[in-house]
């Protein structure tokens, strides 16, 4: 026992460096502490992701639901656009029928974790295909009940709702 510097009951050596001495202790916990705080912030913003997607699908159904019921009157098309979105685990803030589009929107979650989207549903409107006599370079606006884009199968409009001129028509089955 009187070889060994570390003995108990005996001090350390003279000369003997113990300044860092448990100091690898130390730096594993603070690396476990900060992997815990970056393991956090990944939960909560994947939550936040979770919780934005399914406010984004509410609204989306609620407005295609009250769309689809539009001629039964704004407070029945509501209504129906109201019961979508708490199916999908959504709640209703705000649901207007203009003419034959609804406008809704819808939230999910509470506090610090809590998204609000909107979402529109109507109509397109009669598409009709680019006629021959248009020139090149002059924008064709497609005939249409409301101003705004056109939605097409292959995204062929422009930011002014005008189609382009390869635009192949409605979309087919198979393609």
């Known amino acids: 026992m009187d070889g060994c510097p570390d ?16 100091s690898a202790t130390v730096w594993s916990l603070w690396a476990i502490a900060v992997l815990l705080v970056v393991f956090g912030a990944v939960l909560a913003l994947g939550q936040a992701v979770v919780i934005r997607h399914r406010a984004a699908g509410g609204a989306d159904l609620a407005a295609l639901a009250a769309a689809d019921h539009w001629a039964e009157g704004g407070a029945a098309a509501c209504a129906r656009a109201e019961e979508l979105a708490a199916a999908q685990g959504a709640r209703l803030v705000r649901c207007a029928i203009v003419g034959d589009t609804s ?39 497609a005939p249409s009940a409301r101003p705004g884009p056109v939605a097409v199968p292959d995204g062929s409009v422009d930011a002014g709702g005008r189609i382009q001129a390869d635009d192949p028509g409605p979309m087919t089955p198979g393609r």
Do not use: C, I, L, Q
């Not at 003995?7 to 448990?22: F, K, L, T, V």
């Not at 819808?106 to 248009?134: D, I, K, L, S």
């Open 7 to 22: 003995a108990p009951g005996r001090g350390p050596r003279p000369g003997r460096r113990d300044s860092d001495r448990n």
């Open 103 to 141: 406008e809704v929107t819808a939230a999910v979650g509470r506090g610090p974790f809590a998204a609000e989207v909107g979402a529109r549903a109507g109509p397109a409107g009669p598409a009709g295909p680019v006629p021959a006599a248009a020139a090149p370079g002059v924008p064709y606006a």
